[in-house]
């Protein structure tokens, strides 16, 4: 199966290199992959063949991608679907923490998108046959509330409410250590990790603009509870930032949060998840205009975990 992809550089891309851009534009394919697509003349910057995978493109150039993937699709699977919200445009769902939000390298089975074409007869195209309906996404082991386009024009304007900042999402996150100020704002430019691929830095490789505020909500023993509200929405913002003070997510092992806690003198292996929860959802309906609000509780396994480190 060969599909041509098409992007536009915007603004804030110029001057990227050619393989980050694309891995951004294309998580289901890796960097390595997007790579071997350029070196095999399969990438067109303009009316020529791109030369290398590093090279800087400029906006507002035409990006044209050959990629052929045999056998990868998205297909409807029966599977459990927790919808807050629903209408004729648009979806809120719930997403527990370990299911993938759409189908990609590595992953064919057991994704949000899977469980979304099991139970909806229409979504958006704008994403791409592997993401039919996805305006944005949360990351695998992240948990709570994410929007869902059931046609083009209701994509197209969800995605231009997250463009320009119109969407409003808080998250909450319990963090190792006792966070000293109450409230702060986090202004650190997220990129790739020159080293480890599926890591993000703050100043990493073609970092971009990113800014979380934070407001502590209570301390508990040796961590804190804090809503965090993204400004913006970098790959694994909230988790870089976080990590950035000195206070990495529980469970988050990939950002330097500890694989063994201590209690009442005991050591156990941390959650099995990151204690990251997308709790609450403000925006515009995209056709209507009217303002919807959406919660979604703390899971119970979070919960749980809470109610016994304020023991502590």
Known sequence: ????????????????????????????????????????????????????????????????????????????????????????????????????????????????????????????????????????????????????????????????????????????????????AERGEISKPVGRDPRRRTRMKTGGIAAREAVTKYRVLRRAGPFTLVEAMPQTGRTHQIRVHLASLGHPVVGDTTYGAPTRLRFEGREEPTLARTFLHAAMLEFSHPVTGAPLGFEAPLPAELGAFLARVERL
Do not use: C
């Open 1 to 180: 199966m060969t599909a041509t992809r098409e992007f536009i550089v915007p603004p804030e891309s110029a001057g990227d290199r050619l393989d980050l851009f694309l891995a951004r534009q294309m998580p289901d394919w890796s960097r390595s992959q997007i790579q071997r697509l350029i070196r095999d003349g399969l990438v067109t910057v303009g009316a020529a063949a791109a030369k290398k995978p590093g090279e800087e493109i400029a906006a507002g150039s035409r990006i044209s991608v050959r990629a052929e993937r045999e056998g990868l699709r998205a297909v409807a699977e029966d599977l459990p679907l927790a919808v807050v919200y629903e209408d004729a445009d648009l979806l809120v769902v719930n997403k527990p923490a370990g299911m993938v939000v759409h189908v990609g390298a590595g992953v064919k089975s057991g994704t949000l998108v899977n469980a979304l074409l099991g139970r909806v007869k229409s979504l958006s195209g704008e994403g791409g046959e592997l993401r039919p309906g996805i305006v944005h996404r949360l990351d695998k082991m992240t948990s709570g509330l994410v929007i869902v386009a059931k046609n083009d024009a209701a994509h197209h304007r969800l995605s231009e409410q997250f463009k320009s900042r119109e969407v409003h999402k808080t998250y909450l996150a319990l963090v190792h250590g006792r966070v000293a």
